[in-house]
C-alpha cells in the first residue's frame, strides 16, 4: 500500500525553529515535494527532494533520506503569518503526487 | 515563474445542474494536468489526471461520467460536475506540470481552486 505519515498538529513560538517530520512508504518514489497551503487556498510549492541530503530556500529547508523513508520541513525565525497547513507529498512511479493528511502549523506570539 | 488560474472561484448551485470549472497555466505548457478533491480538515486526494489530447485517466472510486474532464490545448483543462448534488460540496483544484523544463518537470503548481456549493 501507500502511505504517507506526518503530525496532525504542531505548535510553536513566533522566532523560534520548527520541525515537521514525514514517514511515507509508497510504490515507488520519484521525488518528496513540501506544499503549505492556508485554509481555504491552494496548496503552493515550498520544496523538491529527489536526492539525499538537505535542501535550503530562505527560512525553509527540506530533508531527505531515502534508504529511510523520511523526510523534514526545517522553518526558521518562525512568523505568524507561517501559521498554516504544511503538505508532505511524494511523487510515486505513475508520476502522481500522494499527499499525507497535512500538518497544521500554528505559530504563537 | 509558473502560473495556474482556476475559475472560478467560487460557486453556488442548484441541486442536478452542471458545472464547468476551468484551469489554465498561463506562462508555460501542461501536457499533463491534475484534479484533485479536498474536504475540510483532510488532504488532497486525486481524483484524475488529464493528458492533453487524450481521455483523462481516472481515480478508483471516481465516476467519470460524473467528473467530466477534457484537455483541449496544451494550457488549458476543464472538469464539468455533471448533475450536481449536494455531496458534490467541496474545493476542487488543479494542478499543472511544466512539460518543458526537465530540472522541475515533475513540481505542480496549483490553482488558487474552486468552492463549490451544490443546495
Known amino acids: 500500500g501507500q502511505n504517507i505519515d506526518q503530525p496532525t498538529e504542531m505548535t510553536a513560538t513566533e522566532g523560534a525553529i520548527v520541525q515537521i517530520n514525514c514517514t511515507y512508504q509508497?510504490?515507488?518514489?520519484?521525488?518528496l515535494f513540501w506544499y503549505q497551503q492556508h485554509a481555504g487556498e491552494a496548496p503552493t510549492f515550498l520544496s523538491y527532494?529527489?536526492?539525499?541530503g538537505l535542501e535550503e530556500k530562505g527560512r525553509f529547508s527540506s530533508f531527505l533520506s531515502r534508504s529511510k523513508g523520511y523526510s523534514y520541513l526545517l522553518l526558521k525565525e518562525l512568523q505568524m503569518k507561517d501559521s498554516a497547513s504544511y503538505l508532505c507529498a511524494v511523487n510515486n512511479q505513475g508520476g502522481k503526487l500522494i499527499f499525507g493528511q497535512g500538518t497544521e502549523l500554528s505559530v504563537k506570539p | 515563474g509558473a502560473v495556474v488560474s482556476q475559475h472560478p472561484s467560487w460557486v453556488i448551485c442548484k441541486s442536478g445542474t452542471s458545472v464547468k470549472i476551468e484551469c489554465r497555466s498561463l506562462?508555460?505548457?501542461?501536457?499533463?494536468m491534475f484534479w484533485y478533491r479536498q474536504f475540510p480538515k483532510q488532504s488532497l486526494m486525486l481524483m484524475a489526471t488529464s493528458n492533453e489530447g487524450s481521455k483523462a485517466t481516472y481515480e478508483q472510486g471516481v465516476e467519470k461520467d460524473k467528473f467530466l474532464i477534457n484537455h483541449a490545448s496544451l494550457t488549458l483543462s476543464t472538469l464539468t460536475v455533471t448533475s450536481a448534488h449536494p455531496e458534490d460540496s467541496s474545493f476542487y483544484i488543479c494542478s499543472a506540470r511544466n512539460s518543458a523544463r526537465s530540472v522541475t518537470k515533475n513540481i505542480q503548481y496549483f490553482g488558487a481552486g474552486t468552492r463549490l456549493s451544490v443546495l
Open positions: 527532494n529527489v536526492l539525499d
Open positions: 509508497t510504490s515507488g518514489f520519484n521525488g
Open positions: 506562462d508555460f505548457q501542461a501536457t499533463t
